[in-house]
């Protein structure tokens, strides 16, 4: 079943790969290079065709690989010459005739391997080592070549090269398996002949569509595939050094063994390790394997994310300079904010305060500071425009204004990373786009922070607008009280209701003081059962004497409500009744409970107000019909009704006076809500 499998794999792969080459040759255009590609097909097709005929371990069958190989070698440089002449590294040219030598050096030794016999296993296995090598660097020289495609408009030669890629890494299991076997694993020989025929597929298919697919391998998995590579050229440079230990050190062989083997791991890990090292093959592979040294859309997640952790995590400030810091591999900034006419630091991250020269920015002026162009320290470009002081601080490498609107932000002055390198276009392009985000960050949050105070101060003036309408009510109650003294002096009566009102004044008034206080949040208390006639009946002798108030209440009705609030909201309405009244008119208090309603009626015969006063100015802030009046003491109370749940409702005649009714949630004498009382 296996050597079935083996042959009709294989023979349709040498079909597949020869009507490739055929059709190659008919109809290639001058996207890639013709022959080269029919070349390679064709010699494919041969070696495909030979494991079939005459098996994969005969010397005929191993010089076609090599053929096939240095075919696929040879399309690979000449796909460099004819569609990346100008961005070929100077040393591509080395290095796949290093490559290439390989392949001779391996196929020699099949070669001797068959023409002398006794040479032994050990240079069987060196062939195989030797073919090990040549598929790992083909998978290395296949991930840059693609690399380097991405950066032009080659788009069909990019399924090709993945299809090489393919070749090289079912060639590369193969060779592994049979190496750690110490046979020749028929099995994957079988499947190998499948998968040399659905490559021929992919290419056709890549090849029949210009390669316009769009399919882009992503750096996560780029640095994923390389680090598999690395780690399968470290296991085959292991396995030869332990093979050459094992053949010159006698007796102590193993012992050389072990201890290469742990001290190579050991070597190996603590090169991993090592931060510098890291980040110096972060550049080279940026640089040799990808059209952009960043991967944009990655990075800009990673910046948005960095900006928008919940609170809690950092100040914004700080994440604002970690965010461009990681951009390009920065282990430390500092944030510079308008001070006047120069900057001072606003913020650090991964650097302390003592580490910067005192007074670090106050010597750089505003107007010398280009919003758009960022200045690099080491190398001198545009450093000139930052004053001596600013490079004070020894890891400045970098600084990135944050302009926005027109107008500077601030400024983040960033270390050195742990491999120095020159900035380029690149690099600066970033840097500006992100110095604009950051910058509108830090603007929203300064504005942000300027409307919270606005807030604060419109707190205060609301409460001192309040504050000035009852202080005005009790300055009339108190004006009365000291006009009617010179006629009732001598009145017990009076000058213990005299007492008892500028007792009742200096309280509220003490009240107000509190609630004008900065500090002071007026604490809603829970809705309790309120008798409404007792309460109606204290805001009437408030203004006993000054004015006669009326109160008729039907049987005992009950609210839900805050006692102090609702009195609050009486008396606003019986003072505007008042003042509304002409002297000696009476103001009706009518308390009744309807339904689920309770209902206060505040009645006058004054004044009253026209329909389009009420609908369009009753309820408005510093808006009153009064001559001296602040227009506080409505909107107030419909807010004091709003916050206990009910309402007010207005009926009005100009001429005729005015009812004002407050309509609040009903109780039951059992009720408790709160802090309910019976």
């Known amino acids: 079943m296996v050597a079935t499998l083996i042959l009709w794999g294989h023979a349709l792969a040498a079909l597949l790969f020869g009507a490739l080459g055929l059709w190659t040759l008919r109809t290639g255009d001058g996207a890639l290079p013709r022959r080269p590609l029919a070349a390679a097909l064709g010699l494919t097709a041969l070696w495909a065709l030979a494991v079939a005929g005459i098996g994969d371990n005969d010397l ?13 070698l040879g399309f690979m440089a000449a796909l460099y010459r004819h569609r990346l002449a100008e961005q070929a590294p100077a040393s591509i040219g080395t290095v796949y005739g290093v490559v290439a030598a390989v392949i001779a050096a391996a196929l020699a030794v099949d070669i001797a391997t068959v023409a002398a016999p006794q040479m032994g296993e050990d240079v069987g296995e060196a062939a195989a080592l030797l073919k090990m090598m040549v598929a790992v660097a083909a998978l290395v020289l296949v991930q840059s070549l693609h690399g380097a495609l991405a950066s032009t408009r080659a788009i069909a030669a990019r399924p090709l090269v993945l299809a090489l890629g393919a070749l090289w890494l079912v060639d590369m299991n193969v060779l592994a398996l049979s190496y750690l076997t110490d046979g020749w694993p028929t099995t994957m020989i079988a499947v190998r002949g499948v998968a040399m025929a659905l490559i021929a597929i992919a290419i056709a298919a890549g090849l029949q569509r210009r390669g316009e697919w769009p399919m882009q391998i992503s750096r996560a998995v780029a640095y994923q595939a390389l680090s598999l590579v690395a780690i399968g050229l470290y296991f085959t440079l292991l396995a030869v ?24 791991t050991a070597a190996i890990l603590t090169l991993i390790s090592s931060s510098w090292l890291r980040a110096w093959l ?7 394997f990808f059209r952009h040294r960043y991967d944009y859309r990655a990075e800009w997640m990673r910046f948005t994310e960095t900006l928008g952790e919940p609170e809690g995590s950092a ?13 390009i591999d920065s282990p430390s900034g500092v944030l510079l904010v308008p001070q006047g006419e120069t900057l001072g630091v606003g913020a650090a991250w991964n650097v302390g305060r003592a580490a910067l020269p005192a007074g670090y920015g106050e010597s750089w002026r505003l107007d010398r500071i280009d919003p758009g162009h960022v200045l690099e320290f080491d190398t001198g470009a545009g450093a000139d425009g930052a004053p001596p002081s600013i490079r004070g601080w020894s890891a400045a490498w970098t600084a990135v204004p944050l302009p926005h609107h027109g107008r500077l932000t601030g400024v983040i002055v960033l270390a050195r990373p742990p491999v120095p390198r ?8 970033l840097l500006k786009a992100a110095g604009r985000q950051v910058a509108s960050h830090l603007a929203e949050e300064r504005a942000l922070a300027a409307l919270a105070e606005a807030e604060r101060f419109d707190e205060f003036n609301r409460r001192f607008a309040f504050i000035m309408h009852d202080i005005k009510n009790l300055v009339s109650q108190l004006t009365l009280v000291a006009r009617n003294a010179e006629r009732h002096a001598d009145n017990p009566a009076f000058r213990a209701d005299m007492v008892a009102t500028l007792q009742d004044s200096a309280g509220r008034m003490n009240a107000m003081l509190a609630r004008l206080s900065q500090h002071h949040r007026a604490r809603r208390e829970e809705p309790v059962v309120t008798p409404l006639a007792p309460l109606a009946r204290r805001v009437a002798r408030a203004h006993h004497g000054h004015h006669p108030i009326e109160v008729s209440a039907a049987g005992d009705p009950l609210t839900m409500a805050d006692p ?60 009153s019909s009064k001559p001296g009046g602040f227009g506080i003491g409505a909107f107030e109370a419909r807010k ?16 005729r006076g005015s009812r004002f009714r407050i309509v609040l949630p009903a109780a039951v004498p059992n009720q408790t809500v709160g802090k309910a009382a019976a």
């Open 60 to 72: 005929i069958t191993r010089i076609a690989l090599a053929g096939r190989n240095l075919a696929w």
């Open 315 to 327: 100040p914004l400030d700080e994440r604002i300079v970690k965010a461009v810091a990681d951009l």
């Open 282 to 288: 972060k550049v080279k592979l940026a640089k040799h």
């Open 241 to 264: 050094a332990t093979r050459t230990l094992a053949a010159i050190g006698g007796e102590n062989a193993r012992l050389f063994q072990t201890a290469f083997v742990f001290g190579s």
């Open 640 to 655: 004091l009704a709003d916050e206990m749940g009910g309402r007010i409702e207005v009926e009005s005649t100009e001429g």
């Open 564 to 623: 102090a609030r609702l009195e609050t909201l009486i008396g606003h309405l019986v003072q505007n009744a008042v003042e509304a009244s002409t002297p000696g008119a009476p103001v009706r208090l009518d308390i009744a409970v309807v339904g689920d309603e309770a209902r206060i009626d505040v009645i006058d015969t004054g004044c009253g107000m026209s329909p389009a006063f009420v609908r369009e100015k009753l309820f408005k802030p510093f808006v």
């Open 422 to 429: 020159a900035l380029d276009w690149e690099d600066f392009d």
